[in-house]
């Protein structure tokens, strides 16, 4: 993940240190102001991201949040835990990441950076939480 993260910052700086002047029919080019405003939006999203992703426990619920987007979810409706390596979109910086199935229907993906030991510390808040093969090891 950090290469796409790092890739696309890189990419957005190296076009205005080593861009000449765009070819054929451009919406916005990188030398307007407009192009500017939003080059640094991108990049200043991203890093908000890459800086800004973290989860804390506390008072019975997850804290998940991934720069500007926040949620929580509550331990006592844990009902499945599991290894994946989705690439889907979710509030994690890598591709091993840790399901979270909760509530009826809803799943959450998160890498938490000591995975044994936030397991530990929800198995203990909710007994009941199932957890799959790779992870009861």
């Known amino acids: 993940m950090g290469f796409i993260f ?3 910052i890189l990419f957005i ?5 080593f861009g000449s002047e765009p070819v054929g029919m451009q919406f916005i080019t990188y030398d307007s102001v407009l192009g500017t405003i939003i080059s640094g939006l991108i990049i200043g999203l991203l890093l908000w991201i890459w800086f800004g992703t973290g989860y804390r426990v506390e008072r019975g619920v997850i804290k998940v949040r991934s720069g500007p987007f926040k949620s929580t979810i509550k331990i006592g409706e844990i009902k ?3 290894k994946t390596k989705s690439p889907f979109s979710a509030p994690a910086l890598s591709i091993d990441r840790l399901e979270i199935l909760y509530g ?3 799943i959450m993906n998160i890498s938490p950076k ?3 030991e936030f397991v530990q510390l929800l198995v203990t808040k909710n007994p009941r939480i199932q ?3 790779k992870l009861s090891k």
């Open 6 to 8: 790092w890739g696309i």
């Open 13 to 17: 700086i190296f076009i205005y240190i």
């Open 80 to 82: 499945k835990l599991s």
């Open 104 to 106: 009826k229907y809803n």
């Open 114 to 116: 000591n995975e044994y």
């Open 131 to 133: 957890l799959d093969k």
